[in-house]
T-cell receptor, first 117, second 114 residues
Framework: AQTVTQSQPEMSVQEAETVTLSCTYD???????LFWYKQPPSRQMILVIR??????QNATENRFSVNFQKAAKSFSLKISDSQLGDAAMYFC??????????????FGQGTRLTINP | KAGVTQTPRYLIKTRGQQVTLSCSPI?????VSWYQQTPGQGLQFLFE???????NKGNFPGRFSGRQFSNSRSEMNVSTLELGDSALYLC?????????????FGSGTQLSVL
């Protein structure tokens, strides 16, 4: 079974600085997708960034980028120029397709990110 | 375009009762999946529906059930509620449920079982 591990329950960073959230996963598959989701106090899960395992190039979305190390099964999220609005729970997640449709999202336990003004 | 709508936002029930939660996906989305979020267990997959058929089911007891209607709206039902069922229940939709697709989540239903 696939598992996703986030080893940092909490992180904090000064506004405008850079922070990196860690994620490791375990799978025997070669084709899959990895995601970072953000959950603010509103509780709605928001997709931050997505990485396709067969793509070697790391995904980037504005101030958010990932460091995807497939062999090491590592998928970290870097937030540059941190803003107060980035404060939230961040979840790393894994997903792959099955014949009958996509498998469930497997989530890590989450990292609570605090931005200090 | 309206987002994923979950109703009600909050619900308080007592042990032994049953509850029904509703999820209206984004227009045009035919895949709806449900997740349970608790502080102890984190986010766990309940089930996924596509075109009124359940395609995947998580490791939950039979007290947890769901269905999807022809307009893609979905409901989940929990019978004989237990204290441990207290959780945030999140619904997510996408066009066909493929892994490459972006999942859109609702704001959830917070269920408290007393």
């Amino acid at each position: 079974a696939q598992t996703v591990t986030q080893s940092q329950p909490e992180m904090s960073v000064q506004e405008a600085e850079t922070v990196t959230l860690s994620c490791t996963y375990d799978t025997s598959e070669s084709d899959y997708y990895l995601f970072w989701y953000k959950q603010p106090p509103s509780r709605q899960m928001i997709l931050v960034i997505r990485q396709e395992a067969y793509k070697q190039q790391n995904a980037t979305e504005n101030r958010f980028s990932v460091n995807f190390q497939k062999a090491a099964k590592s998928f970290s999220l870097k937030i540059s120029d941190s803003q107060l609005g980035d404060a939230a729970m961040y979840f790393c997640a894994y997903r792959r397709d099955l014949i009958q449709g996509a498998q469930k999202l497997v989530f890590g336990q989450g990292t609570r990110l605090t931005i200090n003004p | 375009k309206a987002g994923v709508t979950q109703t009600p936002r909050y619900l308080i029930k007592t042990r032994g009762q049953q509850v029904t939660l509703s999820c209206s996906p984004i227009s045009g989305h035919r895949s709806v999946s449900w997740y349970q979020q608790t502080p102890g267990q984190g986010l766990q997959f309940l089930f996924e529906y596509f075109s009124e058929t359940q395609r995947n089911k998580g490791n939950f007891p039979g007290r947890f059930s769901g269905r999807q209607f022809s307009n893609s709206r979905s409901e989940m039902n929990v019978s004989t509620l237990e204290l441990g069922d207290s959780a945030l229940y999140l619904c997510a939709s996408s066009k066909t449920g493929g892994s490459h697709e972006k999942l859109f989540f609702g704001s959830g239903t917070q269920l408290s079982v007393l």
